[in-house]
């Protein structure tokens, strides 16, 4: 089964209280393999880090139709805060993603000291990230969001890989 990791394949996008823009977390991803955010200092709002399944130029994109056969997404990050994960479902019409509203979403737990890899069965995908919220539909799957609801001076997300089971 073929895996799409969106770190080496997929331009990112940032917004928030970052002292990174787009085209720095692009750059250090392309010389490094990386992607690095920082929070500014005293940030005021949240830190939004996302990347479309399907490569795309823009922050939205046309969703992908996983294989029934998907399990699950890995990731191996380093962050010193707790991090949402929102998995953007595609708009009615499959032409790009939705935007605002509520998401199914799961949590990257901090992990301040050293990489960690986390295997996350779709099935974790909740909407509001509920025990009872509506689960993801990974056959109209758009974008990931990492956010960080509140984030403090200098907090750092660092990012190796977003495996994709395809």
């Not at 990386?34 to 939004?48: H, L, N, Q, S, W």
Request: charged share 20%.
């Amino acid at each position: 089964m073929e895996s799409i990791n969106l770190v080496k394949s997929n331009t990112w996008f940032i917004a928030g209280p970052a002292n990174e823009n787009q085209e720095t977390i692009n750059a250090v991803r392309q010389k490094e393999g990386i992607i690095r955010v920082t929070a500014k200092d005293f940030p005021r709002g949240e830190i939004e880090l996302n990347v479309t399944i399907i490569p795309s130029e823009t922050n939205d994109g046309i969703p992908k139709n996983l294989s029934a056969d998907s399990g699950f997404v890995t990731i191996i990050y380093k962050s010193t805060q707790l991090i949402k994960l929102q998995a953007r479902e595609g708009n009615p019409e499959g032409t790009g993603c939705i935007h605002g509203g509520s998401h199914p979403m799961t949590d990257l737990p901090a992990s301040p000291n050293s990489f960690t890899t986390l295997k996350i069965p779709w099935k974790n995908f909740r909407q509001d990230g509920l025990v009872d919220g509506r689960l993801l539909n990974i056959h109209n799957l758009c974008k990931f969001n990492f956010v960080n609801y509140k984030p403090i001076s200098g907090a750092l997300l660092e990012i190796k890989s977003v495996i994709i089971q395809n």
